[in-house]
């Protein structure tokens, strides 16, 4: 049976312009060459901004325990 440990990153953006996007690419291959798996993300948003903004993607990554 395979074991995992997990980690949650909250990358604090809406990721809309190329800048934002190169930088939450990076933050997922520096993940990922230590070896880290991209499991699932979802939209973050703030009420205080307004329903329905995302002000972050919640990023949830795993690995295998040896």
């Known amino acids: ?29 520096d993940s990922a060459a230590k070896g880290w798996e991209l499991v699932t993300y979802t939209a973050v948003a703030n009420s205080w901004t307004g329903y329905g903004a995302t002000t972050g993607i919640l990023m949830t990554f795993r690995r295998e325990i040896a």
Do not use: P, W
């Open 1 to 29: 049976m395979i074991n995992y440990e997990y980690s949650t990153l909250l990358f604090e953006s809406n990721a809309k312009n190329g800048e934002k996007r190169k930088k939450m690419d990076k933050l997922i291959n």
